[in-house]
């Protein structure tokens, strides 16, 4: 079972719920945590696994062979991205904005464009006294992160395929690269807090997984802070709310150490526990 | 003009609620741009009207005309990203998985795939309770390219503000070090990060700052709830000495900042305490970006 944990709004906790889950399931379970918040991976800081190996990860570009080219303009013509461009007879490329589609490399009469890989990140895999953590990190300065997410998705099928329960921490936000980490997963779990701001991104966070056919429940974080308007929205909206964990300035405090809570703090566990129950009910 | 960016790395700092409290400071001389357009908040705070909707067109997706394909298969082996479904002899496109690169649509040789532009999103140009105007967007579902919507708010906010003559545009940026991050920090004259006290929110500042630094602009820091670790608040300042950000502020871990919040109102219009720090800071970043 692929499970997601994700969130609209950043700080919300997904971190936290996602490491301390990870840890307790696998004192009785296989897991593997894949950490796919790759512009800010920070699982690694809670879980102080030990690292087994790591890959750089690559994405395709495409080179220009100047001796090659005639200068037909058929790249730049066929980059629906705008990242080719023939400048008098110098082909220029902007990897930022290239996507990888082959179609400038293979439409090129003239087969003066081959494409290369060009590093975009680095692939980390720890172990931990039952507890498989693959983390992707993208590079300062690349744009795009949907390429690594992809492989570091990847590398949990190949490595992990028997492996029963797989979480990804998923980036933050509604767009592209929260879509990569949820789209092939059973089950989503968006963690929120009960302010305007947490309830206003897990709307749109709600309208995402709606709109990919994901199957969502919501653990809300910090409860006691803010407002119960989250609630009335979960019961109005027919979603189910499987965990509440409580506002607690002892539990930032761990947190802010990179502490995991489960094992400090009675309440918080109680609630993980409602969150290994919910999945085990739907394995 | 200039162009003051506020980011943190890490979600959750308290970012959001900062940006406002200081566009409630600057009262009528800024263009305040919510470039989060992921999970754009700032209007819940400074309650924009909306009188001016404009769609955003970005990015396009392929469709099949059924009655066109003669099913020859070529679409689905130039597809790079899986989007191309085949059942039996019928072709269709998976839109979650279509990156609208339109090779399909070019090697297509009975001419049965077209491309279509997406509305990538909206994008508001409101007046917000100071009287100010706000520039902000929402990104439509799954939608791609949330770094050209925040270009677009960035290219508006600007307009705006030599056109009214405002002195600054004040820009809430997204978390991360990605394209919207990247997008919005182009052109700026000076960043102010939101960071705390916590292995996370160090981690992510420093990732954050090694970003900054490639665009050589200038930057300060405030450390959100500073009392939660001193410990690693003392090796936040350390760092931002080491990499001459200026340290602008540090605040206490106080209720009222989410209470706050709850209200709909910004800090500056809910407590004294906190009002008088931001105050201060905000004269630092304008000290400090205008030097």
Redesign the interface.
């Known amino acids: 079972m692929k499970i997601a944990i994700a969130s609209?709004?950043?700080?919300?906790g997904k971190?936290t719920v996602a490491t301390n889950l990870a840890k307790c399931l696998s004192e009785t379970d296989n897991v593997v945590l894949a950490d796919l918040d790759v512009?800010?991976p920070?699982s690694a800081?809670?879980l102080k696994a030990e690292l087994v190996k790591e890959e750089i990860k690559y994405k395709m570009i495409p080179h220009w062979n100047e001796s090659k080219c005639e200068s037909s303009g058929i790249c730049q013509k066929?980059c629906?991205?705008n990242a080719i461009m023939l400048l008098g007879s110098q082909v220029l490329v902007f990897k930022?904005l290239c996507?990888?589609?082959?179609?400038c490399v293979?439409?090129c009469p003239n087969n003066a464009l081959v494409m290369k890989p060009e590093r975009i990140g680095v692939l980390r895999y720890y172990h931990s006294e039952g507890l498989d953590f693959v983390e992707g990190r993208?590079d300062?300065?690349?744009?795009?992160?949907v390429p690594l997410i992809e492989k570091t998705k990847k590398f949990v099928d190949t490595h992990f395929k028997n492996t029963e329960i797989k979480l990804y921490d998923s980036?933050?936000?509604?767009?592209?690269?929260v879509?990569e980490a949820t789209?092939d997963t059973d089950l989503v779990i968006l963690v929120t807090e009960p302010?305007?701001?947490g309830l206003?991104?897990l709307t749109?966070s709600v309208?995402?997984m709606r709109?990919?056919g994901k199957r969502f429940c919501v653990v809300v974080n910090r409860w006691g802070?803010?407002?119960e308007d989250v609630l009335d929205y979960c019961k109005r909206e027919n979603i189910e709310i499987i965990a509440k964990i409580d506002n607690n300035?002892r539990a930032?405090?761990l947190?802010?150490?990179?502490d995991l809570l489960y094992d400090k703090l009675p309440d918080f566990k109680k609630e993980i526990l409602n969150i290994k129950e919910y999945i085990f009910d739907r394995i | 003009m200039k162009e003051i960016v506020v980011i943190s790395g890490k979600g959750g700092t308290g970012k959001t609620s900062l940006t406002a409290s200081f566009a409630m400071l600057a009262q009528d001389d800024i263009i305040v741009a919510d470039c989060d357009v992921d999970a754009a908040d700032m209007h819940l705070l400074l309650k924009p009207d909306f009188a001016k909707t404009e769609d955003f067109y970005s990015g396009e997706l392929a469709i099949i005309d059924q009655d066109e394909c003669n099913s020859c298969n070529l679409c689905f082996e130039v597809c790079r990203f899986d989007a191309i479904t085949v059942n039996g002899r019928q072709y269709s496109v998976d839109q979650v998985n279509c990156e609208g690169c339109a090779y399909c649509s070019r090697v297509c040789a009975v001419e049965a795939i077209t491309m279509q532009p997406q509305i990538a999103g909206k994008v508001f140009t409101s007046s917000i309770k100071t009287g100010a105007t706000m520039v902000h967007a929402r990104l439509s579902i799954g939608a791609e390219n949330s770094g050209k919507l925040v270009a677009k708010v960035k290219k508006e906010a600007k307009n705006l503000a030599k056109t009214q003559n405002k002195s600054f545009v004040l820009v809430d940026g997204s978390p991360g070090v990605g394209c919207p991050v990247v997008s919005s920090l182009s052109g700026a004259d000076y960043v102010v990060f939101v960071t705390e006290p916590t292995v996370s929110g160090l981690h992510d500042l420093e990732r954050v700052n090694d970003l900054v630094k490639r665009f050589k602009i200038k930057s300060g820091c405030i450390i959100n709830k500073y009392d939660i670790n001193e410990d690693v608040s003392k090796q936040i300042q350390i760092f931002l000495s080491k990499e001459n950000i200026t340290h602008i502020a540090n605040l206490p871990y106080v209720e009222n900042f989410t209470k706050a919040m709850t209200l709909g109102k910004t800090i500056i219009e809910y407590d004294k305490i906190l009002s008088e720090i931001l105050r201060n800071s905000w004269k630092n970043i304008l000290k400090d970006c205008c030097e």
């Open positions: 609209g709004k950043g700080g919300t971190t512009e800010e920070n800081l809670f066929v629906n991205y930022e996507h990888s589609c082959y179609a293979e439409l993208i300062i300065g690349v744009e795009q992160t980036p933050p936000g509604t767009s592209c690269p879509i789209k302010t305007p701001f206003h991104d749109l309208e995402t709109a990919l802070l803010g407002n300035r930032a405090e947190y802010s150490k990179g």
